[in-house]
């Protein structure tokens, strides 16, 4: 019969502290934004632009490109970043450059890389 009653005493301290416990997470709730209901309020939203800028140091050569390779070659070839070909040269798609294209290339020690490359090696 003890083991009985510690049972039933255990359960309903289990019992109280989940209502407790619950009772606290819904004032908490609505004591912060979660619990706000003003459906008339005006959301902002922000927009960022990001720039970004190469600065170029020394002068610019030019490469002529050949039938078959790719700015990612043409940048391996000189040490080069293959978005920093792309940015300097104004190309608007990167994976397609014809040959004969004239493309100026920036000293391999006078940029910042700016980013990931959309252009794959061969």
């Not at 609505?30 to 140091?57: E, Y």
């Amino acid at each position: 019969m003890a083991t009985m009653f510690l049972r039933t005493r255990l359960h309903m301290y289990l019992l109280w502290s989940t209502c407790i416990f619950g009772f606290l997470a819904i004032i908490s709730s609505l004591l912060t934004d979660g619990g706000n209901k003003d459906t008339s309020s005006a959301t902002t939203t922000s927009s960022v632009a990001v720039t970004t800028t190469t600065v170029v140091i020394g002068e610019l050569r030019t490469y002529t490109v050949q039938s078959g390779e790719s700015l990612f070659s043409i940048a391996q070839r000189f040490n080069l970043s293959a978005p920093a070909l792309v940015e300097v040269n104004g190309i608007k798609n990167p994976d397609r450059v014809p040959a004969g294209t004239v493309l100026k290339l920036p000293p391999s020690n006078g940029f910042v890389p700016i980013g990931a490359t959309t252009t794959m090696p061969p």
